[in-house]
């Protein structure tokens, strides 16, 4: 019996662990493959119900109100996306270029300040030092300069990289918006083929899972859009007691830039701090240091309870499962292994798969065994 048991656990073991390195290959790098007809069906999905209310107030044909529905859609996100990229590319632009010379103007001084009162100590304690020192601080300058020269010119061939990209991208972009118009105008065509070619129990089974992970999508939008809304006061009420201007405006943005998982905060805040003590306000500098640590604890303590409350997983699973995620996937990986994993406990629960017992099942076996 126990040589069974362990054949089974065995078998049972491969079998997950092949599905889950399918799904990885699958969504490492097959979904970037088909990622335009993917974002379209999911467009024509949003778009589906206002279609039908369109259609039936307008008392018009529905692929009519279908296509002038995706082109109003299209045409909306187009202009801001748009307006938006010029924005911050001209904005980021001009301040690559200037990180030379906010350099020279603002760190160096600070720096030959920094070395100059050490000569001035050293030259009080053992003349013989200086010649080292002034050879180390030529050293430290110029390296300076040059790694401040090294990322303008690095983050200036990014850009340079993504303009030459962007014929690729154009062409990814228009087969989204002309598949999203074939999507959205037989959307009940080419659903309804597609769940006819399942068996009964698993078009019920495919309901489900898409009724529960819309539902989670959902949830997981209001709680991050909790989550940056505590940022935002958070934010506000430090940046405004340390006398920052326009602080509700940049707590608005930070909050903003905050969702981002790789850069968040940190990634403005920190080049902030830094800039501001080389500039010589050291107690403006501290105050953004430690609102940026009361920040970042707050949103380390609140985020896994928050996310993980909401997708009815432990926070401790959730934190596990966002940054493995992160590591594999990156952002798809962040928010989609929370949601997968609550996929499974509710498939769990309901009964539809069986992975793992839960409480409920472990007392009604101690039960069983009592009775018996």
Not at 292 to 309: M, W
Request: a neutral charge; charged letters at 10%.
């Amino acid at each position: 019996m126990k040589t069974e048991a362990r054949k089974i656990f065995i078998i049972n073991c491969m079998y997950f662990t092949i599905l889950l390195l399918a799904a990885f290959v699958l969504l490492k790098y097959g979904l970037p493959m088909v990622a335009p007809f993917v974002t379209a069906f999911m467009i024509a999905y949003l778009l589906r119900r206002p279609i039908c209310f369109a259609s039936v107030r307008l008392h018009m044909n529905r692929k009519i109100t279908a296509i002038l529905m995706v082109l109003l859609f299209y045409s909306v996100a187009g202009l801001l996306f748009t307006l938006l990229c010029v924005k911050m590319f001209s904005n980021g632009k001009s301040l690559v270029a200037s990180l030379p010379s906010v350099y020279a103007n603002y760190a160096e001084p600070v720096f030959t300040g920094i070395f100059g009162g050490i000569e001035q100590y050293l030259l009080r304690m053992d003349p013989s030092l200086l010649g080292a020192l002034e050879e180390l601080e030529g050293h430290f300058v110029q390296s300076a300069g040059q790694m401040v020269s090294g990322i303008s010119m690095s983050v200036m061939g990014w850009l340079s990289g993504f303009a030459s990209s962007l014929p690729g991208m154009f062409i990814n972009l228009l087969l989204m918006v002309i598949t999203t118009f074939f999507i959205a105008a037989d959307y009940e065509l080419l659903t309804g083929f597609c769940l006819r070619q399942l068996g009964e129990r698993p078009k019920e089974v495919f309901m489900e899972i898409q009724s529960y992970v819309v539902g989670t999508l959902f949830v997981c939008i209001r709680s991050y859009a909790l989550i940056m809304t505590i940022t935002f006061v958070e934010l506000s009420i430090g940046l405004t007691l340390i006398g920052v201007e326009n602080s509700l405006v940049i707590a608005f943005l930070i909050a903003v830039f905050d969702i981002l998982p790789v850069l968040g905060t940190g990634g403005i805040m920190i080049p902030w701090t830094v800039i501001t003590a080389l500039m010589g306000s050291h107690g403006l500098a501290l105050g953004l240091l430690v609102v940026y640590l009361v920040i970042t604890v707050v949103r380390n303590i609140i985020e896994p309870k928050i996310v993980g409350s909401q997708i009815g997983l432990h926070p401790v699973v959730t934190l596990v499962s966002m940054f493995v995620g992160a590591q594999l996937l990156g952002v798809l990986g962040l928010f989609g292994f929370p949601i997968g994993l609550s996929l499974l406990r509710y498939l769990n629960e309901t009964g539809s798969i069986r992975l793992f017992k839960t409480a409920g099942e472990e007392s009604q076996q101690l039960l069983h065994k009592e009775q018996i």
